[in-house]
C-alpha cells in the first residue's frame, strides 16, 4: 500500500498513527498537493492529501474513510467500534476533532491571502468555532487509557494547533485535553509522526 502524504497534514498524519497502531507497513509518499503532483492527482482528482493506494490498486480518499479501512486489515483492538451505540459515540468525537482541525486549516489559509483579502469576520468565527469545539472535548472527558479513533484525532488536532497555530491558547481551562495530549505523545506513533 501506498500513501500520499505531507508532513505537516493532520489529516495524513491521523492515518499514519492508524497505520502503525494496527501494525500495517505502508510506503508514505510525500507529495506537493498544491503543485498538483501528478501522482496524487491521478488517483485523486481534487489532489488533497491523504490519499491510500489499496493493495488492489484502487485509491481510498478522505482520513475517516482511510482510518476505517486500515483499521479493518490491521491487527490489534479495533479504533472504531463495527456498530451501535459506541461506535456512534466514537464518531461523534471524531468528528469534533475533524471540526476542529478545519476551521484550524480555514485560519491558516486565511492568513495566506494578502492582508487586504482576508475576512476578519470569518476568521472570528473560525476561532470561535475551534473554542467551542475544544469545550465540547474537554467536557468529554477523554482519555489516552480509552484509545480509539475520536481519541487518536483529538491528540492529532491539539498538536497541530500547537504546530501552525502557536498563539492560538487552547490549553487554559482544559486540563483534561492537555492530559490527554501530553500522554498520547508519548506513544510511539505519535513521536514517529510529530509535524515538521
Not at 489499496?54 to 490491521?74: F, K, M, Q, R, T
Request: hydrophobic share 45%.
Amino acid at each position: 500500500m501506498k500513501l500520499y502524504i505531507t508532513a505537516p497534514s493532520p489529516f495524513a498524519r491521523k492515518c499514519r498513527i492508524v497505520a502503525r497502531e494496527k501494525g500495517l507497513s505502508i510506503e508514505e509518499v510525500f507529495v506537493d498537493p498544491y503543485a498538483n503532483a501528478p501522482e496524487l492527482l491521478a488517483a485523486n482528482p481534487v489532489v488533497q492529501v491523504p490519499t491510500l493506494i489499496a493493495p488492489d490498486g484502487l485509491p481510498v480518499n478522505d482520513s475517516p474513510v482511510i482510518c476505517e479501512y486500515l483499521d479493518g486489515l490491521g491487527s490489534g483492538p479495533r479504533l472504531l467500534p463495527a456498530d451501535g451505540a459506541e461506535r456512534l459515540r466514537v464518531r461523534r468525537i471524531e468528528v469534533l476533532a475533524d471540526g476542529l482541525l478545519e476551521m484550524g486549516v480555514k485560519l491558516v489559509l486565511e492568513k495566506r491571502r494578502p492582508e487586504s483579502e482576508r475576512s476578519p469576520s470569518w476568521m472570528t468565527r473560525w476561532t470561535e468555532n475551534m473554542h467551542r469545539c475544544l469545550d465540547a472535548l474537554e467536557a468529554a472527558g477523554l482519555s489516552a487509557d480509552d484509545f480509539h479513533i475520536g481519541v487518536l484525532n483529538t491528540g492529532v488536532a491539539l498538536t497541530w494547533i500547537d504546530f501552525r497555530h502557536p498563539d492560538f491558547d487552547w490549553a487554559t481551562g482544559r486540563p483534561g485535553l492537555v492530559a490527554l495530549q501530553a500522554a498520547l505523545e508519548a506513544r510511539p506513533s505519535f513521536m514517529e509522526t510529530r509535524p515538521a
